[in-house]
């Protein structure tokens, strides 16, 4: 059974850099794209990025200039970066496999992690 | 990026009740949606993409259906674990971009 394990901080300091991990069990992760999404509190969802396993990527303008999504095949797992945060990144940090150009849904989520910035 | 509207924001109804939500996308992407169903502090769940094409183990009482800029979903008969937020999503363009939600609720 395929599972993501999103892990990181749960608290970080405005201007801080934002990191977290996600670790893929059950699959390669050379097999899909992965994405990075987010929940404000009682808000709706934001697609932040996505990567493939060769390291290609695609991110949302709206954080490109502080972001960077990248992968460590070894481990299975991805990761995002995102530097010079304040309050409005607070949120719920999801990771989910992203079927790719063509099927760019995500049919499998991890549980969220929630960043608060303070 | 394309903005993607859904409606209503919020929907009340009854078990056993045919209840539809619209999405409406500021741009043509083709058939390139996907519907989900989240419930308070759990991660959202894959029902439909492509945009009628049920995820597996998806209840038959979910259908999707539209086209270019209008689309729809619709539960059939609601059931009590169907209380929740929906929201729809477009992969035609990047950025990904989702509805704002909405949010069923029990009469």
């Known amino acids: 059974q395929v599972q993501l394990q999103g892990s990181g901080p749960g608290l970080v300091k405005p201007s801080e850099t934002l990191s977290l991990t996600c670790i893929v069990s059950?699959?390669?992760?050379?097999?899909?794209?992965w994405s990075w999404i987010r929940q404000p509190p009682g808000k709706g969802l934001e697609w932040i990025g996505n990567i493939y396993y060769s390291g290609y990527t695609n991110y949302n303008p709206s954080v490109k200039s502080r972001v960077t999504i990248s992968v460590d095949t070894s481990k299975n797992q991805f990761s995002l970066k995102l530097n010079s945060v304040t309050a409005a990144d607070t949120a719920v940090y999801y990771c989910?496999?992203?079927?790719?150009?063509?099927?760019?849904?995500?049919?499998?989520w991890g549980r969220g992690t929630l960043v608060t910035v303070s | 990026d394309v903005q993607m509207t859904q409606s209503p924001s919020t929907l009340t109804a009854s078990v056993g009740d045919r209840v539809t939500i619209t999405c409406r996308a500021s741009?043509?992407?083709?058939?390139?949606l996907a519907w989900y169903q989240q419930k308070p502090g759990r991660a959202p769940k894959l029902l439909i993409s492509?945009?009628?094409s049920l995820e597996t183990g998806v209840p038959s009482r979910f259908s999707g259906s539209g086209s270019g800029t209008e689309f729809t979903l619709t539960i059939s008969s609601l059931q009590p674990d169907d209380f929740a937020t929906y929201y729809c999503q477009q992969y035609n363009d990047y950025p990904y971009t989702f509805g704002q939600g909405t949010k069923l609720e029990i009469k």
């Open positions: 741009q043509s992407i083709g058939s390139w």
């Open positions: 989910a496999r992203d079927r790719g150009p063509g099927s760019g849904y995500f049919d499998l």
């Open positions: 059950g699959d390669s992760i050379s097999t899909y794209y």
């Open positions: 492509k945009p009628s």
